[in-house]
């Protein structure tokens, strides 16, 4: 297994941020899906050896965290993309995504170079190379940080709400790298966008209130939904939510009234009803 975490848990004094959580993961792509404060970048920043888990253990590509030369290792070899990141003043994003190869021992400069104008490549920005990164739009820097990442093509990816800021078009171009990528390595991929998942994932854990409620397909998320989504003219009280579709009616998910007329579940519909409704949305007027 790639990932291997047994009881792991994350407190900060008297507030628990993460319940233990034993999870393993191999090849693939693995969605950590989940409302904003559900834990789940705590969980990946413990994944990528950033912080120290308060209790449990660690083991990623065979080697145990909890050892220096264990991290070590580990972070020659991971790929990490932050919720945030920060970017040195006036570095070009060639400069950027170079600096961060050196740290990563890549010590020969030819071959470096090389590298640096691959992952550019694959994500899009050899044409910005060369501009200053206080120059490049919220969603080429967001790409930015995904380049870096994929430096030295690492057995393990970790990526931390990587589609925010990016548009459409980018967003599949995105999907369509990841794809690839998870052919042959492990990626996680934090997130609370439900398409993100249902387009990438074939494995979803659900995140809430720091434990996992739901691990498993992302269809066997969408089938807990099953007769518990329906539309209609107006709003059914038994709705715990529901909005405004394209054809006029109304979207609704709860306990559906008889006769009902039933529909497929989505992801998010499962999603939805697991966490409770947390980030409901409200229903939207005519």
Not at 132 to 141: A, C, D, F, V
Not at 185 to 211: K, W, Y
């Amino acid at each position: 297994m790639d990932i291997r975490l047994t009881d792991v848990s994350k407190a900060y004094g008297r507030q628990r941020a993460l319940d233990p959580i034993s999870l393993d993961a191999g090849p693939g792509a693995l969605g950590l899906l989940g409302p904003n404060g559900a834990g789940k970048t705590t969980l990946l920043r413990i994944m990528a050896t950033v912080i120290a888990p308060t209790a449990g253990q660690v083991c990623l590509l065979g080697h145990d965290c909890a050892l220096p030369a264990g991290r070590t290792e580990v972070r020659r070899r991971l790929g990490y993309v932050p919720q945030e990141c920060g970017f040195p003043t006036g570095f070009t994003g060639f400069e950027y995504v170079d600096y961060v190869a050196i740290l990563k021992e890549w010590a020969d400069r030819r071959t470096r170079h090389d590298e640096v104008r691959r992952v550019l490549a694959v994500m899009g920005l050899t044409s910005v190379a060369d501009r200053r990164i206080r120059r490049l739009s919220g969603g080429m820097r967001r790409r930015l940080v995904i380049a870096q990442a994929l430096i030295g093509d690492p057995p393990l990816l970790l990526l931390d709400e990587p589609t925010v800021g990016l548009d459409p078009e980018q967003r599949l171009r995105f999907r369509d790298t990841v794809s690839a990528l998870a052919d042959e390595r492990c990626v996680v991929v934090s997130t609370h966008q439900t398409e993100d998942v249902a387009a990438l994932c074939r494995r979803v854990v659900v995140m809430h209130e720091g434990g996992i409620r739901y691990d498993g397909s992302p269809s066997g998320l969408a089938a807990m939904a099953d007769g518990r989504v329906w539309t209609g003219p107006a709003r059914d009280p038994g709705a715990d939510l529901a909005w405004r579709s394209e054809t006029g009616g109304l979207r609704q998910i709860g306990v559906p009234p008889a006769g009902a007329e039933a529909v497929p579940p989505t992801v998010e519909d499962g999603y939805l009803l697991l966490v409770g409704g947390a980030g409901k949305r409200q229903e939207v007027p005519a």
